[in-house]
């Protein structure tokens, strides 16, 4: 009697889960955004923000995965330059795997560039910055980017400025008040590129300069029987390339960093990146 209750309970737990089995793969499958504009055709490349995460980037179908564990109602923000902004509340509930969010077209023109399809139009700099973006977003990489909505949200006053709080980068000063690029630790230069081209100092690409020195607070000259400590002269700005004499913050389309050189993608140059790498892709921030 004992083995025939334990066979009828192990059957109703091997039948319990497999009838459990096809809900629970349904409640995991992937949940998506759509964005479209008001005529009908998908917005690529849209910034798509989740109430408490990093903008995400739509594809050019213009759908951006938000996760199967997405809570069943939350707050988004979508943006695309050309066309109004959108906030507000989606409601995926406990079945539905997509939610749609449209845009409106602004019809006048936006950084003197007119209106066009939201995939096309695309330079082949920012086609590859939106690839490697799209790539970080699958688990590939570990860039950090900044689209020309958010480059446009800082409403910044230099290019430099840009950079302020993203992680693996350290902004110094040098003698003149020049702003450059450290890695995080502040121990070496990082390398930049614009465009693509790396940009060098004065002094060429092999100068090698490391942080600049803290400023000699010493006040008077040694004290008799003490060891005069020998400071060096702070370093000349030809040994370092500094940001905002490159390109002025309007030039700046997108932005993406690396704090490691060897989490640079093959896709761009890396030269000597080992302190890290910034890229800078100019163009104006154009509404496609």
Not at 19 to 24: M, V
Not at 112 to 138: C, H, P, W
Not at 164 to 172: A, D, I
Request: glycine share 10%.
């Amino acid at each position: 009697m004992l083995r025939r209750l334990t066979s009828a309970i192990t059957f109703t737990a091997i039948l319990s889960a497999g009838l459990a089995a096809p809900f629970s793969g349904a409640g995991a499958q992937q949940r998506i955004i759509r964005v479209m504009g008001d005529d009908g055709q998908p917005v690529a490349y849209a910034n798509v923000t989740v109430a408490g995460e990093r903008p995400r980037i739509t594809n050019e179908k213009g759908q951006v995965e938000v996760g199967s564990s997405a809570r069943p109602e939350f707050t988004a923000d979508a943006r695309r330059l050309g066309y109004e902004a959108w906030s507000g509340k989606l409601n995926l509930g406990d079945t539905a795997t997509s939610a749609l969010i449209t845009l409106h077209r602004i019809s006048r023109r936006l950084f003197k560039v007119t209106i066009t399809d939201s995939s096309r139009g695309i330079s082949a700099n920012l086609r590859g910055f939106y690839e490697r973006m799209l790539a970080r977003q699958r688990g590939v990489g570990s860039g950090i980017y900044l689209t020309p909505e958010e480059v446009d949200k800082h409403n910044a006053v230099a290019a430099s400025a840009l950079l302020n709080g993203l992680n693996g980068v350290s902004l110094q000063r040098t003698a003149t008040g020049k702003t450059v690029a450290m890695s995080s630790g502040g121990t070496c230069q990082m390398t930049v590129l614009i465009d693509g081209r790396r940009a060098c100092p004065d002094n060429g690409c092999s100068s090698g300069a490391s942080a600049p020195p803290p400023p000699d607070n010493s006040t008077g000259p040694p004290r008799r029987g003490t060891r005069q400590v020998v400071v060096p002269p702070p370093p000349r700005d030809e040994e370092f390339v500094l940001l905002d004499n490159l390109v002025g913050v309007s030039e700046v389309a997108a932005i993406e960093l690396y704090p490691r050189g060897a989490s640079i993608p093959s896709s761009l140059p890396t030269p000597d990146a080992s302190c890290g790498l910034i890229a800078f892709w100019t163009g104006g921030r154009k509404a496609p």
